[in-house]
């Protein structure tokens, strides 16, 4: 019994041995054999290497997620897409490579060469056209000192009488712009023109004074439009009327009148008689409002539309001559911002 026993003890370990060293061998032969899985293992390797995370991918910076391309957003969504496998993940995405170049990885080098974007050519300005027959008569001499409006002079205005209020002055100004006006002309005849846009009034009216009328500037502007003494006088000849730059309607016909006959001025000699302050179509610029905002600060004297010859293209342009191009940049600011609706 002790031997059988012993016997049988001794079958049961070598059985268990054997079996052992099978299921070994079988379970090396697998790995080894088995053909998904060097290409498993090479394509996780791939795949963490141009992106560490989708995270990462993802988050690139603001430019990446505004114009995605398509193998960065399948790179970024590859943990919620069912159908994302290694195959996916071994391309070389550009928005992982990418992103790498920025952060400083090592696939810097194998960055894709992107274009530089192309440039639009620039639209040149319409050539000066002047208007045949009569036109609008010159200006006088130019000032020998620019008016600065007081609001950025750092001399302190003073106020001979008080202000109107800020829904008074807006409804003179609104008039006025409304107002149609006949201007004489060279010839002796008349020219009619149109309305001016009540934004390109309120905020020359803004600029200059912030819409007090009752304040008088060290160099001499009156009340909310800034009139200059020689500028009534010439205003009043020019339209008929005799207007007083001391009140506040009479301040807002001069001023516009100005506005009327600057438009003309420049239309007249630059453009053909058009008198057309809105952006062009096809080049999105203004050139005639331009010129006048400019000259309405620092006098048709020293503004100037000129023909020049592009040295590049050998074209004849239009060349803007502006003395004051951040007064004119605050007033097209201010009419599209339109500060006055919110003062209250």
Known sequence: MKLSTTRRTTVLVSAVAVSTAVLAGCGTESADK???????????????????????????GPSASATPAPTDSASAGAP??????????????PGAQSGNAKS???NA???????PPVEKPAIPAPVPTAKPGAVALPPPPAPPVPHVPPLQSG????????????????AALTAAAG??????????GTDKLPSLP????KAIAWQ?????????ACDGGIGTMQIMQNTVSWMNGKYGTNSDPKTLNGNVQLGTQLLDWLVAYYGDSSFGGKYDLSPDPATGKTPLLDLVISAYNAGAGNVHYNAVTDPTTSEVVGSLDIPNPKYVSNVKALMASQPWNKAG
């Open 34 to 60: 088995h053909p998904n899985a060097a290409a498993s293992t090479t394509l996780t390797a791939a795949g963490a290497t141009p992106g560490a995370t989708p995270g990462e991918t993802a988050g690139a």
């Open 80 to 93: 919620h897409s069912p159908s994302a496998g290694p195959s996916k993940s071994a391309k070389a995405t």
């Open 155 to 170: 001399c302190q205005p003073s106020k001979p009488q008080p202000d109107e209020p800020k829904a008074t002055v807006g």
């Open 104 to 106: 400083g990885g090592g």
């Open 179 to 188: 107002q149609p006006r006949v201007l004489s002309l060279s010839s002796g």
């Open 208 to 216: 200059e004074s912030g819409w007090q009328s009752g304040i008088l």
């Open 109 to 115: 080098a194998a960055a894709p060469t992107t274009q």
């Open 198 to 201: 009540v934004n390109l009034v």
